[in-house]
C-alpha cells in the first residue's frame, strides 16, 4: 500500500470530479482498498467502496503516488 499523499493525472482528476470524489476519498481507497491487483502491463489497480460506490483507482508504475485514471466498477 502506498502512504504518500497521491497526486493525480489531468485524466484522474476529470474523473474523481464525474464520480464526485474527493482528494481524501481517493487517498482512502489506496490506504484501506477491498482488493488489489495489476493490469496486462503491470500498473497496480486499487478498488475499494466509496459511498456506495465501487472505485478503482490505477497507479503509475514509474511513480507510485501518481494516480492515471479512476473509474467506476460494476463488480
Same mark, same amino acid.
Given at each position: 500500500?502506498?502512504?504518500?499523499?497521491?497526486?493525480?493525472?489531468?485524466?484522474?482528476?476529470?474523473?474523481?470530479?464525474?464520480? @464526485?470524489?474527493?482528494? %481524501?476519498?481517493? +487517498?482512502?481507497?489506496?490506504?484501506?482498498?477491498?482488493?488489489?491487483? #495489476?493490469?496486462?502491463?503491470?500498473?497496480?489497480?486499487?478498488?475499494?467502496?466509496?459511498?456506495?460506490?465501487?472505485? @478503482?483507482?490505477?497507479? %503509475?508504475?514509474? +511513480?507510485?503516488?501518481?494516480?492515471?485514471?479512476?473509474?467506476?466498477? #460494476?463488480?
Amino acid at each position: 500500500m502506498l502512504n504518500l499523499a497521491v497526486r493525480l493525472s489531468r485524466h484522474a482528476k476529470n474523473q474523481a470530479r464525474n464520480l @464526485r470524489l474527493s482528494i %481524501a476519498d481517493v +487517498e482512502s481507497i489506496i490506504q484501506r482498498p477491498a482488493y488489489i491487483d #495489476r493490469d496486462r502491463h503491470g500498473k497496480p489497480r486499487y478498488t475499494g467502496e466509496i459511498r456506495g460506490v465501487r472505485v @478503482r483507482a490505477v497507479v %503509475a508504475i514509474d +511513480e507510485p503516488d501518481l494516480i492515471v485514471t479512476i473509474h467506476k466498477r #460494476r463488480r
